[in-house]
């Protein structure tokens, strides 16, 4: 279906949010999101959610909600696909702006 790492595809609306399918690999930038809170949810491989004071991993199946202002990396070692549900108004790289920053597309 596509291939490229950190760019979320969206393929659904719920309400106010996306419903958005990832693959991502490697590191990602340290953010937050200021008015937004988000829910990673695994489908495939092992994820790390790095926070300033611990890591959380999740196993296929497994999900976290990061709330709104907490600072967070995602880290995945391998290639880890990931779905994510998020308001509409969420910006992938938060605060932190960037390079990685992506472009909404739907799929």
Request: with cysteine.
């Amino acid at each position: 279906m596509f291939q490229e790492h950190w760019q979320p595809k969206v393929v659904g609306e719920l309400n106010d949010s996306y419903v958005k399918l990832v693959k991502v690999q490697g590191e990602f930038v340290w953010h937050h999101h200021e008015t937004e809170d988000e829910l990673f949810l695994v489908l495939h491989g092992r994820l790390c959610i790095q926070f300033r004071d611990r890591d959380v991993w999740l196993e296929p199946g497994e999900f976290l909600i990061v709330p709104r202002g907490v600072e967070h990396r995602p880290v995945a070692a391998e290639e880890v696909h990931l779905l994510l549900l998020e308001p509409k108004t969420t910006v992938n790289t938060g605060t932190a702006g960037g390079e990685r920053t992506a472009v909404l597309s739907w799929i």
